[in-house]
């Protein structure tokens, strides 16, 4: 754990230009105990920054650094990380942030809604890692922290491109996760459930209003009942009927930046806790699948 005295840990985040990112960015950068500088990254500087600068303040460049990087551009990825670590000798924590969903349902909607998601999602948080790593190894010490989702380990009828990210996401955390660890590096996923942002709030203002839109998309009526079970809050299948703060979120993040040890799994409430010890003690999948179909 850093002593105030220490040199403060840097943190680069992903996806910065809204939502948990631009939260997240804002909370740790104002830490009072000055323990963290923030690489707030966005893919677009020329028209996002602004909203974040003026939130800002007087932190703006004192613990808070505005940077662009795309996650789906190589040569972004590799600019900003050489001018970081250039500036900085160091990058200690990556927050693997920046992500898309889709309403799109799965056979009607396009096969681009499949590659745009997993091009975010998935193959954005491969680039970043492998960029970053060596960076890590050669001062053996990092946190990875990987923004999953409950719909990580947890599938719902609804966002089948969205799941199979998040899904791909987790398996390869999973994988280099143990291998990394021998060089002081930790990795961490982070699974949240409904968090209260443009992504969340696009299909509408509260989670009844999000299963219903996307009940909405589905041809079939039996399809869509099954969809519309998720309305009623079925507690072993729905994700939960809340919604949390980005800030609860963030506040998770610089614990998990704190801890001497950090868990490889987060789950961000009670709702999804629950629904991960369902998950994980059922070696056949059967259970959830009964659940969903009443058998
Ligand atoms: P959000 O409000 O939509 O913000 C997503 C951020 O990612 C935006 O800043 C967006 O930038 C950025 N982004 C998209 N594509 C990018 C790219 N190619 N390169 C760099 N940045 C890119 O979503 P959020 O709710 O904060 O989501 C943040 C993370 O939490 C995501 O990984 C998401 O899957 C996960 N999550 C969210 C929820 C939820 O309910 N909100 C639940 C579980 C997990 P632009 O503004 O330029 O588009």
């Not at 966005?42 to 909203?51: K, P, Y």
């Not at 600068?53 to 990825?77: H, M, P, S, Y």
Request: charged share 25%; glycine share 6%.
């Amino acid at each position: 754990m850093a002593s105030p005295m220490a040199s403060p840990q840097v943190i680069l985040i992903t996806g910065c230009a809204k939502g948990i990112g631009k939260e997240a960015a804002l909370f740790l950068a104002r830490d009072p105990q000055r323990r963290f500088k923030v690489y707030a990254t966005m893919r677009n500087m020329a028209t996002r920054q602004e909203e974040l600068k003026t939130e800002a303040g007087d932190i703006l460049n004192d613990t808070l650094f505005i940077r662009e990087l795309d996650v789906t551009k190589q040569e972004t990825i590799d600019k900003t990380l050489k001018e970081i670590v250039d500036t900085e000798g160091k990058i200690d924590v990556l927050v693997n942030n920046a992500g898309i969903t889709t309403g799109a349902w799965w056979e009607t909607g396009p096969m681009e809604a499949y590659y745009d998601v997993m091009e975010v999602n998935y193959f954005g948080c491969v680039r970043m890692t492998r960029a970053i790593v060596p960076f890590m190894k050669e001062k053996r010490s990092g946190r990875i922290l990987q923004i999953s989702s409950v719909l990580g380990f947890h599938a719902v009828p609804p966002s089948a491109q969205y799941v199979a990210s998040k899904f791909a996401l987790e398996g390869f955390s999973e994988s280099i996760a143990p291998p990394l660890r021998k060089f002081n590096i930790w990795v961490s996923l982070i699974e949240p459930g409904l968090v209260a942002t443009k992504m969340a709030r696009q299909f509408g203002d509260n989670p009844t209003a999000v299963y219903i839109h996307k009940a909405n998309q589905i041809p079939g009526d039996e399809e869509r009942r099954i969809v519309m079970d998720m309305v009623t809050f079925d507690p072993e299948i729905v994700i939960g009927n809340e919604m949390q703060e980005p800030q609860e979120i963030a506040q998770l993040f610089q614990d998990i930046i704190l801890s001497p040890k950090p868990d490889f799994r987060y789950q961000t409430s009670q709702t999804i806790k629950r629904l991960a010890k369902q998950q994980f003690v059922d070696p056949t999948g059967n259970a959830i699948m009964n659940a969903w179909l009443k058998e």
